[in-house]
């Protein structure tokens, strides 16, 4: 079993600033990309940033210059640094990650967090 766990969502004023943690748990031998993707009210789930195991990211236009992706392999974390937020910015906010569970049977599966819910203010 492989579980992703999200924390440090909340309520925050416009302007202001929250970071998310998401820690994998279970059986994993190794995580390829990590992510966060956010899903507002009637809106598809959009990507907001990616982070491979070389510490690549990539980043969605919109958040740019505010977000930061970061990740501790060791602990099998990833987290994002949001600042500046705007109210277009709330969502609830999902981790995702490639990870793979096997030496023996190296395939990468997906795998979804229960979201986190951030609330901006304006």
């Known amino acids: 079993q492989v579980q992703l766990v999200e924390s440090g969502g909340g309520l925050v004023q416009a302007g202001g600033s929250l970071r998310l943690s998401c820690v994998a748990s279970?059986?994993?031998?190794?995580?390829?990309?990590m992510g966060w993707y956010r899903q507002a009210p009637g809106k598809q789930r959009e990507l907001v940033a990616t982070i491979n195991r070389l510490g690549t990211t990539n980043y969605a236009d919109s958040v740019k210059g505010r977000f930061t992706i970061s990740r501790d392999n060791a602990k099998n974390t990833v987290y994002l640094q949001m600042n500046n937020l705007k109210p277009e910015d709330a969502a609830v906010y999902y981790c995702?990650?490639?990870?793979?569970?096997?030496?023996?049977?190296?395939?990468?599966?997906?795998?979804w967090g229960q979201g986190t819910q951030v609330t901006v203010s304006s």
């Open positions: 995702n990650a490639d990870i793979i569970r096997s030496a023996a049977f190296r395939v990468p599966y997906s795998y």
């Open positions: 279970g059986t994993i031998f190794s995580i390829n990309t």
